[in-house]
């Protein structure tokens, strides 16, 4: 009998949803305009991510050496550096790889290369390269040096200077900026959804008033809630389903035409829309059909329960 039932329920959803073809295809449009739209979002935001990583990635903290530090008192600091649970990596640049990197970036001025061969030594100090966890963590740890420093021992003893502070504008400026695309990325994603639910809610009520009749009759005859509101939640669900297989089909050629402009606008090897389409498919496809079958799910849901006591 449930199979019975069940294959009933199918019947009338998929004979409700081709019969009523009109209001279907309304309630497929605004579906598809919402789940494009939440589509835009993910992809929107995977973009900022990724421009965001990239450039936490070139902030750090530099630790300068007077040129007297020994192997010995910088490798101490590296290790006390790498035990701190904020830091996420430490990387040394001895005085050599220093004046190399030096000469490289200004191969270009004759002026400034004449003066450093005039010099005849290597007036420059090993350094540590410091990454933080998080951006945030950067002024726990340049405090954590500057202690060093000022204590004037061990290797805080010839630490010449900390270019936190240097760097700390755009570091605070980078933080300022993840949190406020977390904070907003949120709100919209509620606003969205609330706003979807509400659209979705008042098209599906559309063909059920049609049927408002039927649902009074089957209530009458003792019908179950879950016998009546069967064919409009699997209406909802192809309404869902449809939507979300026509983004998917709009977004390909479309993130195929904007991938190499993408990739331009945000800097080479950082964020390709195509790219991340087709490697992303899969949490893509999930996240928007998911999406859009549970939203036609519940619309249907919600939106029968009115006339169950007809």
Same mark, same amino acid.
């Given at each position: 009998?449930?199979? *019975? &039932?069940?294959?009933?329920?199918?019947?009338?959803?998929?004979?409700?949803?081709?019969?009523? =073809? !009109?209001?279907?295809?309304?309630?497929?449009?605004?579906? %598809?305009?919402?789940?494009?739209?939440?589509?835009?979002?993910?992809?929107?935001?995977?973009?900022?991510?990724?421009?965001?990583?990239?450039?936490?990635?070139?902030?750090?903290?530099?630790?300068?050496?007077? %040129?007297?530090?020994?192997?010995?008192?910088?490798?101490?600091?590296?290790?006390?550096? %790498?035990?701190?649970?904020?830091?996420?990596?430490?990387?040394?640049?001895?005085?050599?790889?220093?004046?190399?990197?030096?000469? #490289?970036?200004?191969?270009?001025?004759?002026?400034? *290369?004449?003066?450093?061969?005039?010099?005849?030594?290597?007036?420059?100090?090993?350094?540590?390269?410091?990454?933080?966890?998080?951006?945030?963590?950067? #002024? =726990?740890?340049? /405090?954590?040096?500057?202690?060093?420093?000022?204590?004037?021992?061990?290797?805080?003893?010839?630490?010449?200077?900390?270019?936190?502070?240097?760097? /700390?504008?755009?570091?605070?400026?980078?933080? &300022?900026?993840?949190?406020?695309? &977390?904070?907003?990325?949120?709100? *919209?994603?509620?606003?969205?959804?609330?706003?979807?639910?509400?659209?979705? !809610?008042?098209?599906?009520?559309?063909?059920?008033?049609?049927?408002?009749? #039927?649902?009074?009759?089957?209530?009458?005859?003792?019908?179950?809630?879950?016998?009546?509101?069967?064919?409009?939640?699997?209406? =909802?669900?192809?309404?869902?389903?449809?939507?979300?297989?026509?983004?998917?089909?709009?977004?390909?050629?479309?993130?195929?035409?904007?991938?190499?402009?993408? #990739?331009?606008?945000?800097?080479?090897?950082?964020? &390709?829309? !195509?790219?991340?389409?087709?490697?992303? !498919?899969?949490?893509?496809?999930?996240?928007?059909? =998911?999406?859009?079958?549970?939203?036609?799910?519940?619309?249907?849901?919600?939106?029968?329960?009115?006339?169950?006591?007809?």
């Amino acid at each position: 009998m449930f199979w *019975i &039932n069940t294959k009933r329920i199918a019947r009338h959803g998929l004979i409700g949803f081709i019969r009523n =073809g !009109f209001i279907s295809l309304a309630a497929v449009l605004v579906m %598809t305009i919402t789940l494009f739209v939440a589509a835009l979002l993910l992809i929107g935001g995977a973009a900022l991510t990724s421009t965001l990583q990239s450039l936490t990635d070139k902030v750090d903290v530099m630790v300068y050496f007077t %040129t007297s530090a020994t192997d010995a008192q910088i490798q101490e600091l590296q290790k006390n550096l %790498t035990a701190l649970p904020e830091v996420a990596s430490v990387t040394p640049v001895s005085r050599d790889l220093a004046i190399a990197q030096f000469r #490289e970036r200004h191969k270009n001025d004759q002026l400034t *290369i004449q003066a450093l061969d005039a010099l005849g030594s290597n007036p420059l100090g090993a350094s540590l390269e410091i990454r933080a966890r998080e951006t945030s963590q950067y #002024e =726990g740890i340049a /405090k954590y040096l500057e202690v060093q420093q000022v204590s004037q021992t061990g290797p805080g003893a010839v630490i010449d200077k900390v270019n936190f502070f240097q760097n /700390k504008t755009a570091i605070d400026r980078l933080t &300022n900026i993840i949190d406020t695309s &977390n904070r907003v990325g949120a709100a *919209i994603a509620i606003i969205l959804g609330v706003a979807s639910l509400l659209i979705v !809610f008042n098209t599906i009520r559309l063909a059920i008033y049609t049927a408002r009749d #039927e649902i009074g009759v089957m209530n009458i005859v003792g019908a179950s809630h879950w016998y009546v509101r069967g064919p409009f939640m699997i209406a =909802g669900v192809l309404y869902g389903f449809t939507a979300a297989l026509i983004v998917l089909i709009i977004l390909y050629p479309l993130t195929a035409w904007l991938g190499p402009d993408s #990739e331009i606008f945000l800097g080479a090897g950082v964020f &390709n829309v !195509f790219t991340y389409y087709v490697d992303s !498919f899969a949490f893509l496809f999930l996240a928007i059909m =998911g999406s859009g079958i549970a939203l036609g799910a519940v619309s249907s849901y919600l939106a029968v329960r009115r006339y169950l006591n007809a």
